[in-house]
């Protein structure tokens, strides 16, 4: 296997003059991590390319750096790992493995349709992480649109539920870094 030379995301690489809407302060407060100790769920939204990833690594980044043991996934990975352990009659100790974790971080909710079953085997880990460990969450939709995301609005309520009783919301509101050469290109609104 070959080693991944990702950049390594980090606060100090992020450009808060990039992306106004984001309060400076909120970020260099979670990241004293007091939310891992409090067990909290922090949600970053946004469109596509305003740094929600970024962030949400940045802090996973310092939680390693401060002894914390830290698992980040697409919502889509974890789901078909859970899929599999499932099948494999191992979905128990999976659940357990990603309790273990003091943040577990799950990025791009709302990017790819979740699989039948998908939204159901999420809850159970989310109903076995609710108060002893702390998430973060990216998404590029809306809360409201979470039903038509997990494809079963009575699991997305339930979800909901859990993850905005002990949450910390961060709404981006502006234009993708990734886009941010080509600003001539991109449609106004
Ligand atoms: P999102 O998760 O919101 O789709 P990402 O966090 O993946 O966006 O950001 C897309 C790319 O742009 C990444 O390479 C990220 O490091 C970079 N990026 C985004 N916003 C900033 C910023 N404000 N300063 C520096 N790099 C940024």
Do not use: C
């Not at 998430?135 to 590029?140: G, K």
């Amino acid at each position: 296997r070959t080693a991944k030379l990702l950049p390594v995301k980090t606060l100090e690489g992020f450009d808060f003059g990039f992306q106004p809407s984001l309060d400076r302060e909120r970020i260099s407060a979670l990241a004293q991590l007091d939310f891992i100790r409090r067990s909290e769920v922090v949600h970053f939204l946004g469109p596509p390319g305003t740094g929600k990833s970024h962030l949400a690594t940045a802090l996973g980044v310092a939680a390693v750096k401060a002894g914390r043991s830290v698992y980040r996934a697409t919502l889509a990975e974890l789901i078909e790992a859970l899929n599999k352990a499932e099948r494999e009659g191992r979905l128990a100790e999976k659940i357990r493995f990603y309790t273990r974790a003091s943040l577990l971080i799950v990025d791009e909710i709302g990017y790819l349709p979740i699989t039948p079953g998908g939204a159901n085997l999420f809850f159970q880990l989310v109903n076995a992480r609710y108060e002893k460990g702390a998430m973060i969450l990216t998404s590029n939709r809306g809360f409201a649109e979470w039903g038509e995301v997990f494809g079963d609005p009575v699991v997305a309520t339930a979800l909901l539920d859990r993850l905005l009783h002990h949450a910390v919301v961060i709404q981006i509101e502006g234009a993708s870094y990734r886009l941010r050469r080509h600003a001539d290109l991109i449609p106004e609104h």
